[in-house]
Nanobody, 121 residues
């Protein structure tokens, strides 16, 4: 019963920053951990990071650590992926997901439609 809509994608140059937002519809948003994934052409969908239900814990894949930050505002039913120091290899369709954390594993239950991020060199 959670619908997700990503926004904020676009074309930027290497070294630039971009802020992706995910707006959620549903009365149980605060009960879900939220994750971000990305998929480049010809590649498998890749886990980027996730944030806990109350926003106190975040986890990131090694390739984005120190550059990307996930935050959430449960009062506004939004989660944000702040991307800094972007690299061409960050080019992908970025997807927002709602799910649960079992131990350290994020399991997706709902997906957004994705937003395109293109980073030129």
């Amino acid at each position: 019963q959670v619908q997700l809509l990503e926004s904020g994608g676009g074309l930027v140059q290497a070294g630039d920053s971009l802020r992706l937002s995910c707006a959620a519809s549903g009365r149980t948003f605060s009960l879900y951990a939220m994750g971000w994934f990305r998929q480049a052409p010809g590649k498998e969908r890749e886990f980027v990071g996730h944030i806990s239900q109350n926003g106190d814990i975040t986890s990131y894949t090694d390739s984005v650590k120190g550059r990307f930050t996930i935050s959430r505002d449960n009062a506004k039913n939004t989660v944000v992926l702040q991307m800094n120091s972007l690299k061409p290899e960050d080019t992908a369709v970025y997807y927002c997901a709602a799910g649960k954390v079992y131990g350290t594993r994020f399991i997706s239950e709902y997906w957004g439609q994705g937003t395109q991020v293109t980073v030129s060199s």
